[in-house]
């Protein structure tokens, strides 16, 4: 029987290598609810490792707002958001070499009825070293290492609470639960645990996500997601997996649109690049597939209605593997943006604390936070490089700041100042100054 077997909406691509890790532990020891006074901080701020899942209930948050629709505005440059439907979860996966960032993603909310809308910023600060975070920074993201090698049933105790950071808070512990179950094994919660068993031999990877809440008549809950990485008798199978796409553009551009949908994908060998198809055309647009296995989307305006304001178009492809098994297909949302909109860089400012650039550490520069919607970054350049520190351009849409000599004025506030040159898909150049208050 002929099958693929892809993960349609980055259920996988939430696994991946991290270099340190938890052991597994073999005692079960019920945890105590910590009796501390205290909120945790902002519910607007996330924390994570370069390479791990966080995620928040939209249900919440659209009770929170008022709201009964939701779109992501802007996407995090240092990670991905994706909504899972079925379990009305928003999540960003933290894709990033950087050790030390912050990124930021924003959503709008809109009360159909009232036509009320609005805006929320969400950063996401990343860092690898977890007793750089402050004490009460909620849930953190977890990965384990399991040994499954052996021929018969084996269960692992999983303490995901123990990383987690709520030292200034009352923390209940018995609210633990699982809200995206594991691909592969099956989870048990038991004594503040997370009881995970796989397969017999199994030998690859598995991702899940659990919710934890403070106690109180307002609890405060946080969902985060724990990569396992199991290893078994079998060989690692090769998993392809498809992303979802979002491409903005001008409501009134009418020229051909490049949109390479495979340039995020991971595709495992049996997969026929050239095999690329459009599965489902879009409305508003004509749509082909180059020789390059890129997809030329051009807006027609005179197919959008008069009487009713369009904000997107959308279209799907699939892929096929050697065999001949078809992939499902995998959504692209093209946002319609605003004629009045047009691109813009401004010269941006940040502030970063001198302990977090010691040891040859790096931190993201935000400079997108100082971009019109409408702006697409098509490369970036640095023109002139700063007095105390360098900055670097990572893959090709980054840019990331490192001091150059830790010792000159160390323990002085100072500032380093640097010049990049954006150039916007459509040709479009912009010089613009960046400067960085250090900070002692």
């Not at 920074?137 to 049933?153: H, K, R, V």
């Not at 199991?230 to 979002?246: M, W």
């Amino acid at each position: 029987m002929k099958r693929f077997l892809p993960i349609i909406l980055g259920l996988v691509f939430l696994i991946g290598a991290l270099g340190s890790c938890d052991r597994i532990q073999s005692d079960v020891v019920p945890n105590p609810i910590v009796d501390i006074s205290g909120e945790l901080l902002s519910n607007r701020v996330f924390y994570s490792d370069p390479k791990s899942t966080i995620a928040f209930d939209l249900k919440d948050f659209l009770k929170e707002t008022k709201a009964n629709s939701l779109t992501v505005v802007r996407n995090g440059e240092l990670g991905k958001t994706l909504i899972l439907s079925p379990q009305s979860l928003l999540l960003y996966q933290a894709d990033s070499s950087v050790n030390v960032a912050d990124d930021y993603f924003v959503l709008k909310t809109t009360n159909t009825e009232s036509s009320k809308s609005r805006l929320d910023t969400f950063k996401i600060k990343i860092n690898t070293d977890i007793s750089a975070l402050p004490c009460n920074a909620g849930a953190m993201p977890d990965f384990f290492e399991i040994n499954n090698i052996g021929t018969s049933s084996q269960s692992f105790v999983l303490d995901v609470l123990k990383n987690d950071r709520y030292c200034n808070a009352i923390l209940d512990s018995t609210s633990l639960q699982v809200v995206f179950k594991s691909v592969r094994g099956s989870l048990d919660v038991k004594n503040n645990r997370i009881v995970y068993t796989p397969p017999v031999g199994y030998d690859g990877t598995d991702f899940f996500l659990y919710k934890i809440c403070t106690a109180g008549a307002k609890p405060v809950c946080r969902i985060v997601g724990v990569r396992l990485e199991v290893e078994g008798s079998g060989k690692k199978p090769c998993v392809t997996t498809l992303l979802t796409d979002i491409w903005g553009m001008n409501a009134t551009d009418t020229t051909a649109q490049y949109i390479d949908v495979l340039k995020n994908d991971k595709l495992c060998d049996n997969i026929d690049r050239t095999s690329l198809k459009v599965s489902i055309k879009p409305k508003y647009g004509t749509i082909k597939v180059n020789s390059s296995n890129v997809i030329e989307y051009k807006l027609i305006p005179t197919l959008l209605p008069s009487n009713q304001k369009i904000n997107e178009d959308v279209f799907a492809y699939t892929v096929t593997n050697k065999e001949g098994a078809t992939s499902p297909n995998v959504p692209v949302t093209i946002r319609l943006k605003e004629s009045s909109c047009q691109p813009d860089v401004n010269n941006g400012v940040m502030e970063v604390k001198e302990s977090t650039l010691l040891g040859g550490a790096s931190v993201s520069i935000p400079y997108y936070l100082n971009m019109t919607e409408c702006t697409r970054v098509g490369s970036l350049s640095v023109t002139r490089q700063g007095q105390y520190g360098t900055v670097s351009v990572v893959n090709g849409q980054q840019l990331v700041y490192k001091l150059n000599n830790e010792s000159k004025d160390k323990g002085k506030n100072r500032e380093d100042n640097f010049i990049y040159q954006l150039k916007t898909l459509e040709g479009k150049i912009f010089s613009v100054n960046f400067k960085i208050r250090i900070t002692s």
